[in-house]
């Protein structure tokens, strides 16, 4: 442990993955944790979130679980006063909760498109709405919002994703607003566009399309959720108490660069 984080409070939503393998809330809890923040791990699974805190623990770290949906805003409050109570503060909020679902605006169901906006965008309104007292009580924080190239380019020759696509976009101004409104009171956001990484959400489609993937990337390199959670401990540590505000893509050059036409 380096000790970057030592003495905070952690709050990652969406900690722990859906199947096999790392993601990205999953990568961020541990490395928060190594670095020597307390970590709450929320999840809708207790036993998925449970299995995560006993391997931070195992690791020496210390992780506590809050079981709950934090769409309902109840929920969301409880979970703020759950951190407080069981560490005796809150310093940083990663909200990494998200799903997605297919679909153009002609195709899309309404079911999914609210679905998809509920947890993408209502989640991180209610957990941030709830944090920020806390923050405030302890002088103030850091909040990570995790979005995803699909909300900053348009992707062609992919399946519709309008849903999924217009929350993560919301993110962004989402991002901007909090920050802009807490900026004098050392309250921080800033947000992560997650680039084509490898995680267990995206592992059911397969080889061929984890190779396309791969292959889309600039660096020619594929992404892991440690890529991304190594950006995170830099926005919620002190390192970075300069910055608020910003987008900051992890996506191996995806958004920024283009091949010269042949």
């Known amino acids: 442990m380096a000790g970057r984080l030592a003495g905070k ?54 992780a506590s679980v ?12 409880a979970m703020a006063a759950f951190a407080v109570k069981t560490y005796g503060r809150l310093d940083i909020l990663h909200n990494n909760v998200g ?67 217009t929350a993560k976009a919301g993110l962004h101004g989402f991002t901007h607003s909090v920050a802009a409104d807490y900026a004098t009171q050392n309250i921080r956001a800033n947000c992560i566009i997650v680039g084509s990484v490898h995680t267990p959400m995206v592992a059911h489609m397969g080889d061929e399309a984890r190779q396309r993937r791969r292959k889309m990337v600039p660096m020619q390199v594929e992404g892991t959720a440690w890529d991304i959670a190594h950006g995170a401990v830099y926005l919620a540590s002190d390192e970075s108490r300069w910055v608020t505000g910003i987008l900051l893509p992890i996506d191996g050059g995806l958004t920024a660069l283009r091949a010269w036409p042949r």
């Open 9 to 62: 409070v952690a709050v990652v939503t969406g900690a722990a993955p859906r199947g096999e393998g790392v993601g990205n809330g999953m990568a961020t809890a541990i490395l928060f944790a190594r670095e020597g923040a307390k970590v709450v791990l929320v999840n809708r699974s207790a036993e998925r979130a449970e299995k995560l805190a006993k391997q931070i623990r195992d690791e020496g770290g210390d």
């Open 66 to 77: 809050f079981a709950g949906d934090v769409a309902k805003d109840e929920v969301a409050q």
């Open 99 to 165: 799903i997605g679902a297919p679909g153009t605006p002609e195709t899309v169901s309404l079911a999914d498109w609210h679905k998809v906006l509920e947890a993408n965008l209502t989640t991180t309104m209610l957990c941030t709405r709830h944090c920020i007292p806390e923050m405030k009580k302890g002088g103030g924080g850091s909040i990570i919002m995790v979005s995803s190239i699909a909300g900053a380019t348009g992707l062609m020759g992919s399946p519709g994703a309008v849903a999924y696509s």
